[in-house]
């Protein structure tokens, strides 16, 4: 069982920046690919960045251009770096650890961009 806890949501004005954290409770950390997602009211969960053990990083189409993941193995955490923010990014942002058939979630940090 891993648990992961997010931080760094808040309100935000459009156009700022804002980093996310995930903290994992592992010891085997650098094994999983670790994940952002979000979901907005009314709409699905989606996928913005993925990361894997090696480092690689991948994004949604539309979040490469603003949205940075990073990972540090040595502090079992994941980071999100959303810059240019748009009222359109409002969500429940979850981190999710995968390795293998297992899959944790934490329990969402919410980001709220508005004026």
């Known amino acids: 069982q891993v648990q992961l806890v997010e931080s760094g949501g808040g309100l935000m004005q459009p156009g700022g920046s804002l980093t996310l954290s995930c903290a994992a409770s592992?010891?085997?950390?650098?094994?999983?690919?670790m994940y952002w997602y979000r979901q907005a009211p009314g709409s699905q969960r989606e996928l913005v960045a993925g990361?894997?053990?090696?480092?690689?990083?991948n994004y949604a189409d539309s979040k490469k251009d603003r949205f940075t993941i990073s990972r540090d193995n040595t502090a079992n955490a994941v980071d999100m770096q959303m810059n240019n923010l748009m009222p359109e990014d409002t969500a429940v942002y979850y981190c999710?650890?995968?390795?293998?058939?297992?899959?944790?979630w934490g329990q969402g940090t919410q980001v709220t961009v508005s004026s």
């Open positions: 999710k650890a995968r390795f293998g058939w297992f899959s944790y």
């Open positions: 990361i894997t053990t090696g480092g690689a990083a």
């Open positions: 592992t010891n085997i950390f650098d094994f999983y690919a």
